[in-house]
DNA sequence: CAGAAATGTTTTGCATCCAATATAGCCACA
DNA sequence: TGTGGCTATATTGGATGCAAAACATTTCTG
């Protein structure tokens, strides 16, 4: 009950525009989740997150229940919330679903991408590989960030505002599942798929485009294993 | 602030578990706007509600909360919740999504559909044709509503939780656009697509289910006249 | 000593209460 | 008579309090 939840930021980011503080502590708490600062099966507790923050169970309580529904997090009911921890059937489920939305959103991308979009995203990979070649957990985390990122600023390009909204969820619901599962650490180990994918974006070439979108997830999803998942329950039965 | 607000079961569903009464407001509110018995743009007071449903309005926030996700209300900060209104804006989108994700389920689908599962869709379809030959408004809403069934059943046999998800949420979607720029309110005009569909279903014909879909998402959105709304914002301005 | 029952503690679910904000009604004044 | 500002009212945002459920601990019993 002491320093438990290592949320960073505590107490600290008082709300810069004081209008809606439940999404402020949504927002941190999702960058916390998704940068694994709180581990899957973590307990939020109400009372806790809310001195944390400094505001009442009630605002907590919303900031709560909209991560429950993009799914980062599981509230049952009597007990609480909790860092939601995907099974293996969750996390094929959510690249199952982005390899139908995503070579949708390229399409739509090459059709409206401007110039400087393009330069956008080209300042955006220089920071990603920059992350990429720097060492420890902080640069690594900052990496999964960067590159989730850019699949969100390909939906934002993309113009829906319900993919958009889809995308939001799917790529947060990719980085738990990466922090989860992910093999070494190194998601992208070797590839530099989206430099190529900005390429063929460049070039307006659609089915290129789609093409390496789905081969880029298809190297997310290799660098899972998704055996592990019986052992840690193992593991957590017994030990820790 | 008489019976205002015409939720039709109201008082009447006490919760039959008893549990998640937030849940089961939301699943009447939802029917209710689906159904276009609350006209998009109505005032969802949480006063009002709460006494409808004899809850406080702790339970009703939530619930408009819900919805607010799911796009369906729209909350403005000390103003409330209303029933949204989709711009034709909007409405395009919702389609565009829905021609993204579809094809792909009725892919799942037919990968994974069991022969209960293909007798489950027939007698759903004979209801549907029956609704389709009643007349009246009451028959005009079911209608709508077993159209809207159909695909969301068709998601449930693709197998995957987080598609499903962002299906009710188009589909929900789809019944208000329907509802508010819909010409004529027969939908599905003469055409009977979702028998066809079954059939390239039940067939195991990917390309051709596919493409079934795409020309029925085609249908659905030939019938609305999206040019009207910006009549209906100058009149609402001017009268009521 | 093991397991079950009971008691105390913590935490959630929800109703209620108060302050802040928006809306509506009213009056003054040009 | 119409417009602008002011007061009154209604409604939301959010904190608090209380009952019930879950959880932890201790005590009792076989």
Chains 1, 2 share one sequence.
Do not use: W
Not at 6 to 12: D, G, M, N, T, Y
Not at 45 to 51: L, M, N, P, W
Not at 80 to 107: C, H, K, M, N, Y
Not at 206 to 223: K, N, S, T
């Amino acid at each position: 009950m002491d320093k438990s939840l290592q949320i960073a930021e505590a107490r600290l980011p008082l709300d810069p525009n004081q209008e809606d503080r439940a999404q402020s502590i949504r927002d941190s708490l999702r960058d916390a989740i998704v940068d694994r600062r709180l581990a899957p099966g973590t307990k939020l507790s109400e009372a806790e997150v809310g001195t944390l923050f400094d505001v009442s169970r009630t605002v907590v309580r919303a900031a709560l229940q909209m991560l429950a529904f993009e799914g980062l997090v599981k509230v049952e009911r009597n007990r609480g919330a909790f860092v939601s921890d995907p099974t293996p059937e969750e996390a094929l489920q959510v690249f199952a679903s982005r390899r139908l939305i995503e070579p949708g959103i390229i399409a739509a991308v090459i059709e409206r991408v401007t110039p400087a979009d393009v330069s956008a995203f080209r300042s955006h990979l220089a920071a990603e590989t920059r992350h990429k070649q720097e060492r420890g957990a902080a640069a690594r985390r900052a990496e999964i960030k960067a590159s989730g990122d850019f699949h969100l600023m390909l939906a934002a390009v993309a113009g829906n505002a319900i993919l958009q909204k889809f995308m939001d969820e799917l790529v947060a619901r990719s980085s738990l599942v990466i922090a989860l599962y992910g093999r070494s650490g190194a998601s992208s180990c070797g590839h530099n798929d989206h430099a190529d994918l900005l390429d063929a974006v460049e070039a307006h070439d659609v089915p290129r485009a789609q093409a390496l979108m789905l081969r880029h997830i298809g190297h997310i999803e290799a660098d899972l294993d998704l055996r592990v998942k019986a052992g840690l329950t193992l593991k957590d039965a017994l030990a820790i």
